[in-house]
């Protein structure tokens, strides 16, 4: 009960370090000093990054990587990517570049509305509520002018309001079902302060507002990428086998959930990394997108797959409500640089980017597991972060590294190839 504290944010950063140390830890000038350690020498830029939540002590490094030669409707990208997994970055360049010379890949953004609720309890009459809420409807609108319009300036705005009745699922439950465009903005500010709003303009004594919050699942914020190209264009020994392969790998996915769940966080791998690179919201990306994979009442693959009169399709198609103006993309001087990078695409081009950096791991993924099995690569890569626990000097990373050149990477051949070097010298 002693590590039970009040008043710990009021603390200074210091303060609140010591206090962990001393409570947590035995060698706590060991912890202090890795903590320490992490903390931006630009004081200014420290700041920022303390500021962006509450009890920041220090930063928490994640490896930021760069995927050239992406060619999306034409037009070549780089696309900026964070994460820790050894082999996502080199296998979205891999891919990128297979596709490069194979027509690159074809995007299209399918619907960018966005939906939020104010979920509520009503025990009277039906039809007294169904006029309430037609004579309300004008004035729920008006009750948002001053949140709404910079947004309408912009193009986006509310779209639509809706009562549905809920009653059958859950007895008295009804909703304010509204649609918004928010344009280049994610939009969870805009449309929570909406809905609160209206909330307030609703209320009446036998309404009871239970809650007004946006909706993560966002189905008809949707885009597409697809690749195709002529089965016998895709290389390799034998092309037509490849692709049968490759297409029987997706149906399964289609059709059971256990692959579907790991082929998907597959596809994540990519667009997570773009989403934390240019400041978007992972968890609510994440929450959405897994909600879409079950749209049809059982999980399954967001990818798809034809080999149809030797055309080889690959296609993808998921909902991301994302933002390329304000919240973090502004703030994080990163977030800042990615956008940049990308020639400061419009919230509708960056979905287009992120689809297509989920598809194009999501090819790599299936090649490698239909090909030569996945912990080839996957081994190979995490290579190096066995040698660096290990404390390899840059000659030892260069022997070794030489060693299995052509050999399966595991921990236990590692972590012997090294100690033999180490006896031999
Ligand atoms: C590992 O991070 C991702 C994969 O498991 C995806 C897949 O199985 O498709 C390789």
């Known amino acids: 009960m002693a590590k039970v504290i009040s008043g710990f944010s009021k603390l200074s950063k210091q303060e609140k370090i010591d206090w962990l140390a001393k409570n947590f830890f035995n060698n706590q000038n060991e912890i202090i000093e890795t903590i320490q350690q992490y903390w931006n020498a630009d004081e200014g830029l420290q700041r920022l990054h303390d500021d962006f939540i509450e009890n920041t002590i220090t930063n928490f490094y994640m490896p930021y990587g760069i995927a050239p030669n992406f060619i999306i409707n034409g037009k070549e ?138 909706s993560n699942y966002v189905p008809e914020c949707l885009v597409r990428a697809e690749v195709s190209c002529k089965v016998e264009d895709l290389g390799g020994e034998n092309p037509e086998k490849f692709a049968k392969k490759f297409e029987q790998a997706v149906k399964i996915a289609e059709i059971e ?77 990163m977030a800042k640089l990615s956008l940049d990078m990308m020639g400061r695409p419009s919230a509708p081009e960056l979905m287009e980017i992120m689809a297509t950096a989920g598809l194009a791991q999501n090819f790599a993924a299936l090649r490698a597991l239909t090909t030569k099995g996945i912990q080839h690569g996957h081994m190979k890569m995490h290579l190096m972060n066995i040698l660096n626990q290990m404390g390899a000097t840059s000659e030892e990373k260069e022997l070794i590294s030489k060693e299995f050149e052509n050999k399966t990477v595991s921990h236990s051949g590692v972590v012997e190839a090294l100690e033999n070097l180490r006896k031999k010298v």
């Open 77 to 214: 990208h780089v696309i900026p990517m964070v994460v820790e997994e050894s082999s996502v970055v080199a296998a979205a360049s891999l891919v990128a570049k297979f596709w490069s010379t194979r027509g690159g890949f074809k995007t299209e953004v399918i619907s960018t509305t966005k939906i939020g609720h104010v979920h509520f309890m009503f025990e009277g009459d039906k039809k007294d509520l169904f006029n309430y809420f037609e004579e309300q409807k004008p004035k729920l609108r008006e009750a948002t002018s001053s949140i709404t319009k910079n947004m309408e300036k912009r193009g986006g705005g509310i779209l639509d309001i809706v009562l549905v009745d809920k009653t059958e699922q859950l007895e008295n439950y009804y909703q304010l079902h509204v649609t918004f465009e928010t344009k280049d903005s994610m939009g969870a500010n805009f449309i929570n302060s909406c809905l609160e709003a209206m909330a307030n303009q609703f209320r009446r004594d036998d309404i009871e507002i239970v809650m007004s919050i946006l």
């Open 257 to 333: 959930p256990y692959r579907a769940v790991t082929h998907n966080k597959g596809i994540m791998n990519g667009i997570d990394a773009v989403v934390l690179a240019t400041g978007n919201d992972f968890r609510a990306i994440e929450a959405g997108v897994h909600a879409y994979a079950s749209k049809n009442g059982s999980y399954s693959s967001l990818s798809h797959c034809e080999v149809k009169d030797g055309i080889f399709r690959f296609w993808i198609e998921l909902p991301l409500a994302l933002g390329t103006v304000g919240g973090l993309t502004a703030l994080h001087p």
